[in-house]
């Protein structure tokens, strides 16, 4: 081999890698962080030579800083402006397995917007710890105008070389930096020049041949939450200066990137989820399994109801830009990936939780006001409802009615269509009785809206005074049929008796309540129907029970008696037998990674199960298992290791009810349990209809196909317990099985192909162990935690789809909205809008967002399928003119309409 003519660049790329909520809570990590900027930026003014640093590629810390420090943005903006600083593009390092890929999307836009603000982007997609990529990352980079990737997890030993093309399913590709050795790999650096020297000859020696013969060597010179290493410009013009081997330099990861090889590259598609050089930490997916579906509850509130909703169905000058901005930086805050991936302190995962909670909950908020804006304004009484569909396909459903009065009937759509009614639970008259005094009245005004009190209509009002000087107020509630009276008269009668200071009692006469199920049939995408009932019994569908057995149009679920178990069989005669066998077994792991003990005991079988049909159609039929399992209590170890589960055992109830509705081809399924076992993973177990060699899981805008194996390495064992979002898929082209689910992210096909295993709970004790069996080193601090043990009632809701192997990808996304998303419903109001209508048809394609940007309505979409097609826009049947724009809203050819997308391609299209 010809030696090189000219030195060998060594770049140092400065940086800190700050996890802002860790093993510590976020308030203790910020007070770290103020002191490093206290230090850091007086330092970049002082010493010259100490020419760039990193700051993580995440805007959020700068934030964090500001919020402490806002005196110091104009130094930060100088610095970043002039290249000693490099920012972005991303608002915090998320985990892309743990979160949706619009809020990484939502992360991306926000993280470059706040940069350019604060002096200018870096234009780099830095990745640095994330616990294994996503297939569409190289996509959504250069959709942001980012051509470089750099990245340490995932890279599978096939890639040899430390820069790769990175391809995503479109075939859009990124020049990937692979940092060998973690992002740490330059830490520490000695402050004696020949000891620098002789530290990159090392490291070049442990590259090896995966060192690119004309490239440099990249020294990333940071760690976790590392301070700046002062001084280190001096040694670095010295080691300069004493050798002519290699060229030093302090510089930044663009200035280094640009001087790189990008031919004869080695080329990588797909997904980076191999350990076989860095531990990806597989098990990050099915601890504390309440903050996944959390996560997803929450994401959902908003991708999938109150922001499209919001977008189509209000005024501009009404849209909650504000209120949607917060629940979005909620839910970026909570990307982060010790936050999302809840490998951390039991505060930091109670503070993630409350994120989550607060984004679903404005969420609802605004969904809950959005449909019954929307009901108001349709024309039809007051006794009809309106039927939304928040999603983009067209399809019917299952809502939830309360209906008072006597007498059968059922629910009739607007064009006259009967609909299957049940009834599931009813109320006898009541009255409802409350007493205030003077200006307390508003509360009870606040409920008074037209002919409607406290959301009921109302059919009868009456007003007295009695001898004493009380007001005496009797409100009635309608039942279908009845004539309704308008409020405002006795409203204004009781605003004066509260200003003139009177006590009033109120009290609302119920008749006797129904709660109904109703059968709504296609509901257009983005639209509406109405409903109202009618006399007389339902129409009889063909769901139906017996002791042990379900049905539908589409299924039928026979139960064994024995275990609890079933066998589910579609109508084109796939059957699916023994399904749902829950196995318990140990766990010595982590919230990192699961481990068996040395010695496992598995728990395959119930002491007891009693079967109960709980309802039977024509709506909604429900069958309850209730079984007894009886599980070891704990494990025996310590913060090392595990060796084996304990003697002592804890018996526990597990209440799993199947559920199958009118015209649904899947077969819902609820579990409940008290979890008072420590040290074990649960998982449902299904026997697959056909031997398959791999799975189709849904991830960030793709369904990913993955092998029976996974790749390890000397660190961490390649176990194959792989990610989903919302469901898997395993078939062997003519047949198969998906799983839909609500946040139990991980599964794995087990008996080489045969069987699917989804885990439902993964209890441990400690944030890291030392030495467990499948992970020979810690992943983080070794400090207890007790909430990962999961120490509570807790529920999991999934579906199984058997199929043919006519479903297609599309066909899964649309069956994950039907089990995910509810159709919304509200009372109408007499409006001027058609009783049934649509604001926008999106077909050919899966909408991952509908939202109100600078200029206009946004819609992103994806194609999933592995062939082209096209996507289109239209409304009232015309099709809609635009842009397809980038994420950034740069504009990039017009469409009339129609739109054509690449197999995997996402595209943003800008509305006129």
């Not at 009541?430 to 008074?448: A, E, H, N, Y």
């Not at 209509?457 to 107020?473: E, L, Q």
């Not at 991830?699 to 196909?705: D, E, N, R, S, T």
């Amino acid at each position: 081999m010809l030696s090189r003519v000219s030195p060998r660049e060594v770049a140092i790329v400065p940086h800190t890698h700050w996890d802002r909520e860790w093993y510590e809570p976020f308030q203790v990590f910020r007070l770290r962080l103020v002191g490093l900027f206290d230090d850091l930026l007086p330092m970049l003014d002082r010493d010259l030579s100490y020419a760039r640093f990193l700051l993580d590629g995440q805007t959020v810390v700068l934030d964090d800083y500001l919020a402490v420090r806002p005196e110091a943005a104009s130094t930060i903006t100088r610095l970043v402006t002039s290249g000693r600083v490099s920012i972005g593009p991303w608002e915090c390092l998320m985990d892309e397995y743990m979160v949706s890929g619009e809020t990484m999307v939502r992360n991306l836009q926000r993280g470059m917007l706040r940069a350019s603000e604060l002096g200018g982007v870096m234009p780099v997609g830095y990745l640095p710890d994330m616990f294994g990529h996503v297939a569409q990352m190289p996509q959504l980079l250069r959709l942001a105008g980012l051509e470089h990737a750099v990245l340490w997890r995932g890279v599978p030993a096939a890639v040899d070389k430390n820069a790769f093309w990175w391809v995503a399913p479109d075939g859009s590709r990124v020049r990937a930096e692979y940092l060998y050795g973690s992002y740490s790999n330059g830490r520490d650096l000695p402050d004696d020049p020949a000891k620098l020297v002789a530290r990159a000859k090392g490291y070049q020696q442990e590259l090896g041949d995966v060192l690119l013969a004309d490239g440099g060597i990249l020294l990333m010179n940071g760690t976790d939450h590392h301070l700046p290493q002062s001084g280190l410009g001096a040694v670095v013009a010295a080691a300069n200066a004493l050798q002519d081997e290699y060229r030093f330099a302090i510089t930044s990861l663009p200035e280094y990137l640009a001087g790189q090889p990008v031919s004869g590259l080695p080329e990588w598609r797909g997904e980076l989820r191999s350990g076989a050089r860095a531990n990806v930490l597989m098990g990050v997916a099915s601890n504390r399994v309440d903050v996944h579906q959390a996560c997803g509850a929450a994401e959902r509130s908003l991708e999938r109801r109150a922001e499209p909703l919001s977008t189509l169905l209000l005024p501009e000058a009404q849209y909650p830009r504000r209120l949607l901005h917060e629940a979005w930086t909620l839910l970026v805050l909570n990307s982060a990936h010790d936050s999302s991936c809840a490998c951390s302190h039991d505060d930091v995962v109670d503070a993630v939780m409350q994120r989550y909670q607060e984004a679903r909950h404005i969420g609802d908020a605004l969904t809950h006001d959005v449909v019954r804006r929307l009901a108001r304004s349709v024309d039809a009484p007051i006794d009809h409802t309106v039927v939304v569909n928040p999603a983009a396909t067209t399809r019917g459903g299952v809502v939830g009615l309360k209906v008072t009065g006597h007498g059968t009937l059922h629910y009739v759509t607007d064009d006259g269509l009967p609909c299957p009614t049940q009834v599931v639970g009813t109320t006898t008259a009541q009255g409802i009785s409350t007493v205030v005094v003077g200006q307390k009245i508003r509360w009870v005004l606040d409920m008074m809206r037209g002919h409607e009190f406290a959301g009921q209509p109302v059919t009868g009002a009456a007003r007295s005074v009695a001898a004493d000087g009380i007001v005496d107020v009797e409100i009635i509630v309608a039942a279908p049929g009845d004539p309704l009276l308008d409020l405002d008269d006795l409203r204004a009668e009781l605003l004066a008796d509260g200003e003139a200071g009177r006590t009033i009692r109120v009290r609302q006469e119920m008749p006797p309540t129904r709660e109904m199920l109703v059968a709504v049939p296609a509901v257009p995408g983005y639209g509406w129907r109405t409903l109202h009932p009618a006399p007389g019994p339902s129409p009889e569908t063909e769901v139906t029970t017996e002791p042990t057995v379900l049905a539908n149009a589409h299924l039928r679920v026979t139960i064994d008696a024995s275990d609890g178990t079933f066998t589910i069989t579609s109508h084109d005669g796939v059957m699916v037998s023994g399904a749902n066998r829950f196995v318990d077994g140990g766990d010595g792991g982590d919230t990192y990674n699961y481990s068996p003990p040395g010695e496992d005991h598995l728990v395959e079988r119930p002491e007891f199960v009693q079967v109960r049909v709980l309802e039977s159609g024509p709506v909604r039929a429900r069958v309850l298992v209730d079984a007894l399992y009886r599980w070891p209590a704990n494990a025996i170890g310590d913060h090392l290791s595990c060796g084996r589960r304990s003697d002592e055992t804890v018996l526990t109830e597990v209440r799993t009810t199947l559920e199958l509705r009118h015209e649904e081809r899947f077969l819902r399924v609820h579990v409940e349990l008290d979890n008072r076992a420590r040290d074990h993973r649960l998982r449902a177990h299904f026997p697959l209809p056909r031997r398959v060699k791999g799975s189709d899981a849904e991830c960030a805008f793709a369904v990913v196909h993955r092998g029976l194996g996974a790749e390890g390495g000397p660190h961490e064992a390649g176990l194959p317990t792989f990610v989903s979002r919302r469901f898997v898929d395993c078939s062997n082209g003519t047949e198969g099985l998906a799983i839909l689910h609500d946040g139990l992210l991980e599964y794995e096909v087990v008996d080489r192909g045969r069987e699917l295993a989804l885990t439902l709970l993964r209890a441990t004790g400690y944030l890291s162990r030392a030495e467990p069996s499948l992970r020979p080193n810690p992943a983080g601090p070794l400090l207890p935690v007790r909430g990962a043990q999961m120490q509570k009632p807790v529920s999991f809701d999934y579906a199984l789809l058997p199929h043919s192997g006519s479903w297609s990808d599309a066909d899964l996304y649309e069956a994950a909205d039907e089990f995910l998303v509810p159709l919304e419903r509200s009372r109408a109001g007499g409006g001027d809008r058609p009783t049934t209508g649509q604001a926008l048809s999106v077909t050919g394609a899966v909408v991952s967002a509908l939202t109100r940007e600078a200029g206009g309505v946004a819609i992103r979409c994806f194609n999933p399928q592995p062939a082209p097609t096209t996507a289109r826009v239209e409304r009232d049947g015309e099709p809609v003119d635009g842009w397809v724009v980038d994420l950034l809203g740069a504009p990039l050819e017009p469409f009339a309409g129609d739109i054509d997308l690449r197999p995997g391609e996402i595209v943003t299209l800008r509305l006129d």
